[in-house]
């Protein structure tokens, strides 16, 4: 079993990296010494969703969990039908005992947000004809509303296609022992769906040191343009629930990001908690949005205020969006020149 269970983490390891930081930086892509790596490596399995959901259970989305050993994981990331098969299994029997008619199922860590599938469902939904701004609002919203799976089978299904799943689930066998694997809690979380949430309504906060002091949309490249009359009443409601949260998160999470939905006066809910070090983990700019730990100022108010609550003022130029999205979005939202007619051309040959 130990000869298979390396064999996989190598097969693993030669997964395509995503094309999107992910914002972790760890082997040798980083300066960080063996114990930093180590160090580093706990505290972003420590983020998962099953540390941090029994603290904030009434202030979150219903949700479940499902163990992940070492044959688990290995099988994920590579597609074992036998393992994939009766995880879907396991999925379907929680919607079955919670009565849920859909669920977001993803690993403990990270979405299977990138998976190919959801990208060529969300295209559907943009019209090529439009201006960039609102063709990354539709293909944002697409995405996001197909990520909810009505059975186990699709849910594994858009895991095993993913970059970022395949990503974490090698970065978790790189543990050292079995008892290091194991205080991950690595497992896949199921998480009742009701309904999308507005893209505006979502915004990231900036834990540092137990405080909050950064806020911003999290759909960081987009304008909206009713944001700017609501924000500073999200800002209120965001304040007043991460300060019934601090005592409760604090000891445990001091520092780290916080995903918040907002949904009218008085309404709003936490989405999940995300790691955060200042070091390695969330440190850039798809992590941060609209702040950049790279940047002074933004560092200075992330770590001591006074807090501010950001929202994009106007629509950016088609140029400085493109260099907001990844090559992936940005290969299918704005084709290189010709492109569409090459397409075209090949069509009729044809």
Request: hydrophobic share 40%.
């Amino acid at each position: 079993m130990l000869a298979e269970l390396q064999a996989a983490k190598e097969r693993l390891r030669s997964a395509p990296a995503p094309e999107e930081k992910s914002g972790i930086v760890k082997g040798e892509e980083s300066e960080l010494s063996p114990e930093e790596i180590i160090k580093t490596r706990a505290t972003f399995f420590a983020s998962g969703a099953q540390h941090w959901f029994p603290l904030v259970e009434n202030y979150t989305f219903p949700t479940e969990f499902i163990p992940l050993d070492k044959i688990d994981c290995a099988g994920i990331g590579e597609g074992d039908t036998d393992v994939t098969d009766r995880l879907a299994a396991e999925v379907d029997k929680v919607l079955a005992a919670r009565g849920w008619e859909r669920a977001f199922v993803k690993l403990s860590t990270r979405s299977a947000k990138d998976a190919p599938h959801i990208l060529e469902e969300g295209m559907k939904d943009v019209d090529m004809n439009a201006d960039g701004e609102t063709k990354v609002r539709q293909l944002s919203f697409g995405i996001q509303s197909r990520l909810c799976c009505a059975n186990g089978k699709d849910a594994l299904a858009l895991l095993t296609s993913s970059n970022r799943v395949k990503e974490d689930c090698t970065y978790a066998l790189e543990s050292e022992t079995d008892e290091e694997y194991k205080s991950f809690g690595f497992c896949l979380v199921v998480r009742e769906w009701k309904q999308e949430i507005a893209l505006e309504a979502e915004f990231r906060g900036i834990v540092w040191n137990g405080e909050l002091y950064a806020v911003g949309q999290y759909f960081s490249p987009l304008f909206f343009p009713g944001l700017s009359a609501t924000k500073e009443a999200a800002a209120r409601d965001i304040i007043a629930l991460h300060e019934e949260l601090k005592p409760v998160l604090a000891g445990v999470y001091p520092f780290c990001i916080l995903d918040f939905a907002w949904e009218g006066e008085g309404k709003v809910t936490l989405i999940e908690l995300n790691p955060f070090d200042g070091v390695a983990l969330g440190c850039f700019p798809a992590s941060t949005g609209l702040f950049r730990w790279d940047d002074e100022k933004d560092r200075q108010i992330i770590k001591n205020g006074p807090f501010e609550i950001r929202t994009r003022e106007a629509p950016q130029s088609e140029i400085a969006l493109k260099l907001t999205l990844g090559h992936a979005w940005r290969d299918l939202l704005f084709p290189p020149r010709g492109a569409k007619e090459r397409k075209v051309s090949a069509t009729q040959d044809a």
